[in-house]
């Protein structure tokens, strides 16, 4: 009887899989190549440490300029107030946390909160919070308890709110949503099964309506509006591209591939000039591209006994780095800055461009990242 072809491919992958980890070493199909013009330099970075906390995922100064605040993994937001006063504690999206005192509990997230995309409203000074697990929330310039915006759409409750970005014009909010079937602590999932069920969403402050603007996104993701609210930036995640949605002129309403990146984009986070700084989760190699593109062996491998950290190890290339790319406003890439062996940074989420230096955040890393720009 002839073997199942799939069943056949599988076995390899399994083979080469197992030769990898067993060896902790990294192969060719496994490692990233190399980014054309890219410069090594990100682990010159400063860092401050969090304390007793990890994960700062996103990055937000308040109209004042003060800050940066940052949402991290047991579900509070914390607001740096430099070197002498250090990390305050601001906000947070969940009122149940008398349980929420470890720094990392994915399995608590549902219950504490994790906030991810920050973004101030620059008129009033309220932040707005997509919080994965409790929605589209808001709290005021004094911190304290958040009000939760958007908690369903459609019917159903959000599962995996990830990021956002506000007109301030329309005052309209553009949010996404990664997954309406994982959860954030289940994103391994998503990426490897090729999940098409993230969104683009648009939230009325003043009718507090939702409306779907696309549908169908690989892990719907970063969201950043153009410098003249012409368009409105997606990362999607597993296809490694950011999508542009237009909102005005002749193409208004249409979208299209803005650009490819050579790893999975997070966030998205607008310069002064109107050029866009994306931060890659990591880079992608040949193993981890065919296994997106032929999603049944990316569920097989879920199906195996393999912990968190050796998904994530496959995921990312074997080896934590750190990767930066600068794009114009027309998507080609003007800087690929990196720290190629994870030295000082791993896994950054979010770059934000601040009077001349890179605020950088990382769902994983237990402080941010300042690099001075010359
Ligand atoms: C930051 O944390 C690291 C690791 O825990 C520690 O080695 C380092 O001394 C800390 N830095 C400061 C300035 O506290």
């Not at 992608?284 to 998904?311: C, D, E, M, R």
Request: proline share 4%.
């Amino acid at each position: 009887m002839a073997m199942n072809p799939k069943l056949l491919l599988t076995a390899t992958a399994l083979a080469v899989l197992s030769v990898i980890w067993a060896f902790g070493t990294t192969s060719n199909m496994l490692r990233p190549p190399a980014i054309e013009g890219s410069r090594d330099l990100l682990h010159k970075a400063d860092t401050v440490n969090l304390t007793g906390a990890v994960g700062p995922e996103s990055l937000a100064f308040d109209p004042n300029g003060e800050g940066p605040y940052t949402g991290v993994a047991d579900g509070r937001i914390l607001k740096w107030q430099g070197h002498q006063l250090g990390w305050v504690d601001f906000a947070v999206t969940s009122s149940q946390r008398k349980d929420c005192f470890h720094p990392f509990a994915p399995h608590m997230e549902h219950i504490c909160g994790r906030p991810l995309g920050l973004r101030f409203d620059r008129k009033n000074g309220d932040l707005y919070i997509a919080d994965a697990y409790l929605g589209l929330q808001v709290v005021g310039p004094t911190g304290g308890l958040a009000t939760p915006l958007v908690t369903e759409v459609e019917g159903a409750v959000l599962r995996f709110t990830n990021d956002m970005d506000i007109d301030e014009h329309e005052d309209t909010i553009y949010f996404t949503d990664s997954s309406t079937v994982f959860l954030r602590r289940q994103f391994i999932s998503s990426v490897l099964s090729a999940d098409r069920t993230g969104r683009l969403m648009k939230y009325d402050k003043s009718t507090k309506e939702v409306s779907i603007l696309l549908r169908g996104l690989a892990f719907a993701n970063g969201v950043s509006l153009s410098k003249d609210q012409s368009f409105v930036l997606v990362a999607e995640s597993t296809t490694c591209r950011i999508v542009r949605f237009w909102l005005r002129g002749p193409n208004a309403g249409k979208h299209d591939t803005f650009t490819e990146l050579p790893g999975f984009p997070d966030n998205i986070r607008r310069n002064s000039k109107g050029e866009f700084w994306v931060a890659l989760h990591a880079k992608t190699g040949l193993l981890i591209k065919w296994v997106i593109a032929n999603s049944w062996s990316g569920k097989t491998l879920l199906k195996l006994p393999l912990s968190f950290k050796q998904l994530h190890h496959f995921l990312v290339g074997g080896q934590a780095h750190a990767t930066a790319i600068k794009l114009s406003e027309e998507g080609e890439v003007l800087d690929v800055l990196e720290d190629l062996d994870g030295k000082t940074l791993r896994f950054i989420s979010e770059v934000e461009e601040r009077n001349g230096k890179l605020w950088i955040g990382s769902v994983l890393m237990p402080f941010i990242g300042i690099y001075n720009l010359d």
